[in-house]
C-alpha cells in the first residue's frame, strides 16, 4: 500500500503566498514523477506542475512564474510553492505520483486526498 499525504492548505488573501507538501509513504520502490493537479467546482481536474526524476519539470501555462515545484527525494515529498496567488487559483490541490511497489512490482498512480486553497479577500 502507498499513503500520499498532503499538507499546506488554506484561506489566503489575492497575492499571497501558500506552500503545499506531500509526502509518499509505504511499499515504494521507485518514484517516477510527481506532481500537482487541482480541481476547481464544476471544472475539471488540471495539471498544474509535475517533475519527473531526473527530468525536466512541466508547468500549466496558467501559473509559470508564479508558482514551484520541488522534491525532496531522500523524504520522498514534493512540495508546490505558490506565489502571487488569484482568486482563480481557488481550488481542491490534489498530489499525484507515479510510484512503482516492488522490484517486479507494477508502475501505478497514486493520489492524496486533497487540499483545499482558497484565494479571496
Known amino acids: 500500500q502507498v499513503q500520499l499525504v498532503e499538507s499546506g492548505g488554506g484561506l489566503v488573501q489575492p497575492g499571497g503566498s501558500l506552500r503545499l507538501s506531500c509526502a509518499a509513504s509505504?511499499?515504494?520502490?521507485?518514484?517516477?514523477?510527481m506532481g500537482w493537479y487541482r480541481q476547481a467546482p464544476g471544472k475539471q481536474r488540471e495539471l498544474v506542475a509535475a517533475?519527473?526524476?531526473?527530468?525536466?519539470?512541466n508547468y500549466a501555462d496558467s501559473v509559470k512564474g508564479r508558482f514551484t515545484i520541488s522534491r525532496d527525494n531522500a523524504k520522498n515529498t514534493v512540495y508546490l510553492q505558490m506565489n502571487s496567488l488569484k482568486p482563480e487559483d481557488t481550488a481542491v490541490y490534489y498530489c499525484?505520483?507515479?510510484?512503482?511497489?516492488?522490484?517486479?512490482?507494477?508502475?501505478?498512480?497514486?493520489w492524496g486526498q486533497g487540499t483545499q486553497v482558497t484565494v479571496s479577500s
Open positions: 499525484n505520483a507515479r510510484i512503482k511497489t516492488g522490484y517486479f512490482g507494477p508502475i501505478d498512480d497514486y
Open positions: 509505504g511499499s515504494i520502490f521507485s518514484i517516477y514523477t
Open positions: 517533475m519527473p526524476t531526473g527530468g525536466s519539470t
